[in-house]
């Protein structure tokens, strides 16, 4: 009986116990919070732990639970900072509670990638991913396949596709894609993370659309390029804007960026899909870091300020061995800018370039 | 079935006995148990009818009986993932009944006493593989050998049903069903044993002292007796397959459509919720999968008090 009253009793504590004070203290080691987009994630991990070598006091904690539930997080502010594959719409941006800024730290890209027994490489102009995907071009030995690829020998085979059925970023940017190039795609499916494919089978993370080609020939699908990288599939050339066929690499990613930089607008929410220049690969995008431009907290909002420095300087060496690509040098100064315009209470918080 | 809270107060059971402290604790105690999961059930449902309130005045009840779909144009309608977690339930039941209550009677009446420990751990081991090694198996062993196997004979022999056309992908309402028959398997396999086990043996005395067969015993002493346990057993595996999401949506295809064939692809409530709820970032988007959920609570809840009913007629019929 009396080990009952205490089980209680303890039962009891644990419940009320909960309610912490939750102000931070003004030493010691500094906890930052971020939430988001979980395609930057091995690159974040790789940061915050090189960071943290130099910077043993500023604990960084990222959590991927992706790009929307980073967007909501950040407007609650039960994070310090978002991170978002897509820029946030007008009307997100409006309910957030103070200004957000979107900081570009790296770039990623999509890639079109198939099984098909003997074919190692395939060529595609637009007018063939859009025709793919929507369903109207439906065997591999098509007429118009063929003729953009007089080299492979393509099977008569039906095409099956592949696509992501949970929402993505790598959706959003692939999608975004298909609806600059073709008004068809635009008119019966239009861009987003969810979206209404016209054919195929959906599966779940880029793992579920490439265990899905992996054992169905005949398939084609969409994933990012640093998976496909570290899973060597095989990936089609897409026909760029300026008419030439770009294989993805992480050099025709960051040509797509530069591509774009001419009428970028003053808050980076841009997209870089079918971008200029002749090495750009068309189907690229940003990936942001989201967070206020005045900082509730100065000792916070200072660390952070200076790890997206040291980020977007010393932190760009670390991507392409991720297979991440590092951000056009001309874009580095215009996000210089950015971090020095952020504050609290009026004062700027960047401590010294190279911070 | 927890007990009421208010069944549990001083003198529900009309015997004075209340002398106790440690007794009276443990029926507060236990009573105050049993409340809270009355609570937190009413409390999911009123705060998933809160946060699907925007999609519920939007699209009122044409969001059961819509088709479509479509985040990008913010339209939605449940009526094929309802379609998909009810189709895929109902196969997972067809395969998984017979073969359980084969495994049951198995173990219950004909295996020798050195094959049933054995065996009934290997039949409970499976419900201990966690559902995305289900998943895995079924993307790269099921869903190739149902491409290339099964979908095609199939086809060729039964082609002119409507379950049996479309072009075979492997993906599809097939290998989701089947993926969900042997995950819940072991779950109707060793409640039904159990419930078999508990059969007095002077029935099963008696038949056979009749001249039954082995056969004709468990067929007209045995599964009479134990009829209404092994309906509850079918629920709870039923129970199981509504809710299953990882392993379902790894095979299923998640496709949003309704077609009569087992080999098109499909969808189901958990599963599109389990795709969608992280990056939803439209209002009325999070409202109409809160709403999913909700509907998902509403079927499994009616679903089980219509096999309770079946129960309990079951045992009145049984009675007479």
Redesign the interface.
Known sequence: MKRLFCLLLAVAAAITGCKKDETAPASGPIDLQGAGATFPYPLYSKWVAEYQKAHPDVRVNYQSIGSGGGIRQVTERTVDFGASDAPMTDAELQKAPGKLLHVPTTLGAVVVTFNLQGVTALQLTPELVAGIFLGEITRWNDPKLAAANPDAKLPDAAITVAYRSDGSGTTAVFTDYLAKISPAWKEKAGAGKSVKFPVGLGAKGNEGVAGQIKTTPGTVGYVELAYAKQNNLSFASIKNKAGKFVTPELGGVSAAAAGALANMPEDFRVSITDAEGDTAYPISSFTYILLYEEQQDARKGGALVNFLWWAVHDGQKFEADLFYAPLPAELVTKVEAKLKGVKSGGKALLAGAGG | MAAPADQVGPGATGIAVEVN??DR??RW?TAAFAAGTILILAAMAIQMTRASAMSLRHFGLGFITSTQ?????DLYGALPYIYGTLVSSFVALLIAVPVSLGVAILLSELAPGWLLQPASFLVELLAAVPSVIYG?WG??VL??WL?ESVQPPLQKAFGFLPFFQG?P????MMAGGMILAIMILPTISSVTREVMRAVPSTLRECALALGATRWEMVRTAVLPYARSGIVGAIILGLGRALGETMAV??VI????EISASLFA?S?TMA?VI????????GDLYLSALSQIGLLLFAVTVLLNVVARLLVWRVRKVAAR
């Open positions: 402290l440690g604790l443990f105690g779909w479509d985040p990008v144009r895995l993307v790269f869903t190739p491409r072009t992908h492997g993906f599809g949506t790894m295809g998640n496709r949003a692809p969808y599963s389990a795709n969608e709820f992280t990056e939803a970032s």
